[in-house]
């Protein structure tokens, strides 16, 4: 009778590993995005503390779903890739066959939905389940802009719609803020492709570097960061404002609407000086840091 508790609890850690290896990459991306935007949902909404315990192991559960759907999905269709730019994720490790990651997708995807279901945020879940597809099996991140531009937009936006609705109803100000958030994340995103550029060549990618060249693209990114990124954020931080007596007024807003545009200057800088693929890594994850940080700045502009 004790093997059998020995055997569930071996069972229960070897599916807790094969689940971290498979979205570990996106700890900082969606995870964290994920978890500040609860606490900012439930600051800005003055909920008691007492609920506090219950959400965030709603929130948790959620965002670890909501990022495994896509992983799995993803690695499925990607292992070629995976072996020349991330040999150590599970399918082509070896830890996890097709065929049972192709079960695993089944029941991580009933899971979410019946997740979601009980949060009250079942369409926010669908529409993330098709822009996976679109992702992942319709061709989607063949392009560039239809990958950053359309469906990261429109994921982001199922993101932090569902984790903030989990919390309470969204107002227009919040709608305002997310949307613009989104819109500011999905223009930015082509600097993840920088690091990837032999496994989408192998995929027969249109990726903004393999469209253009990666010169071309440097230059580019690094004009939409120099100029239209930071008005762009800006105009997300003014969303919770009246006018633009009440933005002067608020210090904090002024400060952060200074400092993101050295910033945004700085990763333009990077994209010159560090182009290595662990570098263009390091410089999309600046970029993923200023994300962070924003979210939160919902409950003080």
Known sequence: MSRVPSMVVTAFLKEVRIIFMFIENDIWDTIIPCLLTFIAAFVYNHKPLAE??????????????????????????????????????????????????????????????????????????????????????????????????????????????????????????????????????GLGLPLQDLRDV???????????????????????????????SPIIYTCVLVTQSAGLADVMRNKLLVTMALLQVLWHWSIALRLWLYRTPREDDTTYHWFVYLFCVTIPLVCFL
Not at 73 to 79: A, H, I, R, S
Not at 210 to 217: E, F, M, P
Request: positive net charge; hydrophobic residues 55%.
């Open 52 to 185: 506090f315990p219950l959400a965030l192991l709603s929130s948790i559960i959620y965002a670890i779903l909501y990022i495994l759907t896509f992983c799995v999905c993803n690695q499925l269709e990607g292992v070629e890739e995976d072996r020349v730019n991330k040999p150590y994720r599970p399918l082509v490790t070896g830890l996890l066959t097709v065929t049972a990651a192709r079960k695993r997708n089944i029941i991580y995807n009933i899971l979410f939905l019946l997740a979601a279901l009980w949060l009250k945020v079942f369409w926010f879940a669908v529409g993330w389940q098709v822009i996976t597809l679109m992702l992942c099996r319709w061709g989607f991140s063949n392009h560039w802009y239809l990958k950053n531009v359309f469906c990261i937009t429109l994921g982001t936006i199922m993101l932090l719609g569902a984790m903030w609705s989990i919390i309470s109803p969204i107002n227009r100000e919040v709608w305002n803020f997310i949307g613009l958030l989104s819109l500011w994340a």
């Open 198 to 228: 032999e496994g989408d060549r192998l995929m027969n990618r249109k990726t903004l570097p393999l469209a253009i060249g990666d010169t071309n693209s440097r230059m580019l990114l690094s004009a939409h960061l120099s100029a239209l």
